[in-house]
């Protein structure tokens, strides 16, 4: 659609109507005769000079109903009546009304001074439009509102997408969609949190902010209840919240959810912490809240009224970047604050690897063989006609999700490694179909593997050496790479390096892991 309005260049209302019926299988041929008529890169070819009134309107291509029963009308005398019996016969396509039809349109035109082989061409032309004919009221009112919506879309875009987001809040894929087109109009979408989202998606300095309600799992009660309580003084700490909310209203799913989310991210805490303190979490607000109901003092404060007492968390151990990315998008419905491709983003680069939304206009271009990266969101299997075995797997990349196809027998050797959450490198052929773009896998390799073969060296940057002993326990000895430390000295003027003598396995998912623990300032692959 985006192409054909491209070589339109709508100029007034009609085109936009014409393009709504002309947009469809069939009448869709005609979309670059019309633009090269419009533009005078192609002559109106005149069908018969009594009709070509009806037709300037629409370049001389009979697009509408209404077109098919004028013509009738002027060329062979029909009344309005006969005109729209002969439109449901075309539609129905049954030979014996065709036939009467035909003759009655033939002899009328012949009384009207056409020709009998020109007025049986009209038929004929008329007889293939009339088929898929499009209703030019319907059109007109769909126009209208791509008009209007194309208006709110240019002039406001932060509005109209958050309002669309709002619309479509339970379809967490018309979500991300409406996402990618805010990343690509350069509107930040705001993860969601406690402190600054509400039920709806919201706006504020040419941003987003994504709503509570949209979560999986968080109801629309408890975030009007969280959105009461908080007021217009802000959440000062979790255990701020916990005093604050009621935890019936705010129960351990949606506690979970909010966790998962991020929602409690301003307050400077691991997502694993929190999960792991989840059980004292809510003990500490059910307490607080009967201490309410029971018309207790805060207990929770010291007498100096030093503040609230801090919840005791229990030892927890941090999430990998992709257990926390596959946690955020089971409440998400899609990866928002990062993507598990990420890490890998220095192979995908050297190895020239495309998104999907690149290879989808490529294809357009004439392009069929693609390599494409993607995280495995599901998949599916079903018989085909012979009655092999097929996968039909849906992957994620940062320009949105994607299906391909996996046959029996790779479906057979690699059915067991393609897990939710799982990223891969893939060779595929792809083609346009009327749903879209069908993709086919050719070759799959886990992202993994391949790092492993390619990143063959680790640097850890530290200011001192007091990190060094606990970075390296979380190293995994069984692998091939070189691991070393550089301690930054006098402010970043001089570096000392330290190699360790082990090999260690080296991964992406192990160097962010590292890049996150206290102490260490960068993490390098080489």
């Known amino acids: 659609m985006r192409k054909a309005l491209i070589g339109m260049k709508p100029d007034c209302i009609e085109d936009i109507i014409a393009l709504v019926a002309l947009y469809r299988p069939g009448p869709m041929e005609n979309i670059p005769t019309y633009n090269a008529r419009k533009h005078g890169d192609e002559e109106l070819e005149s069908i018969h000079p009594m009709i070509d009134h009806l037709l300037k309107e629409t370049q001389g291509v009979i697009v509408y109903q209404e077109q098919v029963m004028q013509i009738a009308q002027v060329l062979s005398g029909y009344s309005l009546g006969e005109a729209d019996l002969l439109r449901r016969a075309m539609g129905k396509k ?36 009339a088929n898929y004919g499009f209703n030019k009221s319907h059109a007109a009112a769909y126009a209208i509102v791509s008009y209007q919506t194309a208006y709110m879309k240019a002039h406001y875009p932060v509005e109209f997408l958050a309002a669309s987001m709002t619309l479509d809040m339970s379809n967490t894929e018309k979500i991300n969609d409406f996402r990618q087109d805010a990343k690509r ?130 030892p927890y151990s941090p999430w990998l970047a992709s257990e926390r990315l596959l946690k955020e998008f089971q409440v998400l419905g899609f990866y928002l604050t990062a993507h598990p491709l990420d890490s890998y983003s220095n192979i995908l680069q050297k190895m020239r690897v495309q998104t999907f939304a690149e290879f989808s206009q490529a294809i357009k271009q004439g392009a069929a063989n693609a390599r494409l990266a993607g995280t495995v969101i599901s998949k599916q299997e079903r018989k085909t006609r012979t009655g092999n075995k097929m996968g039909i797997i849906v992957f994620s990349d940062s320009s949105g999700q994607f299906e391909a196809v996996l046959f029996s027998e790779m479906l057979n050797q690699y059915r067991d490694v393609l897990e939710s959450g799982k990223s891969f490198l893939l060779t595929a052929t792809g083609e346009e179909r009327p749903e879209g773009i069908g993709l ?87």
């Open 94 to 129: 049954i030979k014996a009304e065709m036939d009467q039809q035909r003759e009655r349109f033939v002899v009328g035109a012949v009384k009207n001074g056409v020709s009998k082989p020109q007025a049986d061409n009209i038929f004929e032309l008329l007889a293939k439009f």
């Open 185 to 314: 109009l350069g509107i930040e979408v705001i993860a969601p949190s406690v402190q600054t989202s509400f039920r709806h998606f919201e706006t504020g300095d040419n941003r987003i902010y994504y709503a509570l309600a949209a979560l999986k799992g968080v109801g629309e009660s408890a975030v009007d209840h969280i959105v009461e309580v908080r007021g217009d003084k802000p959440f000062a700490s979790i255990e701020d919240f916990c005093l604050r909310i009621d935890p019936r209203q705010v129960n351990r799913r949606v506690l979970e959810s909010l966790i998962y989310a991020g929602a409690f991210d301003c307050f400077a805490m691991d997502r694993a912490q929190l999960a792991a303190g989840l059980d004292r979490i809510l003990g500490y607000a059910q307490r607080a809240q009967e201490n309410k109901l029971s018309g207790q003092s805060d207990i929770f404060g010291s007498a100096l009224n030093s503040g609230p007492e801090k919840i005791s968390l229990p």
């Open 440 to 526: 086919r896998i050719q070759t799959i390799q886990s992202l993994e593997e391949k790092s492993l073969q390619m990143q063959k060296a680790l640097r850890v940057y530290v200011r001192d050496s007091g990190p060094l002993r606990m970075v390296a326990g979380h190293l995994n000895a069984k692998g091939d790479g070189l691991v070393s430390f550089i301690v930054i000295k006098e402010e970043g003027k001089r570096e000392v390096e330290v190699a360790l003598p082990e090999k260690y396995r080296i991964t992406p998912e192990i160097a962010a892991a590292l890049r996150a623990a206290p102490g260490v300032v960068d993490v390098e692959l080489v």
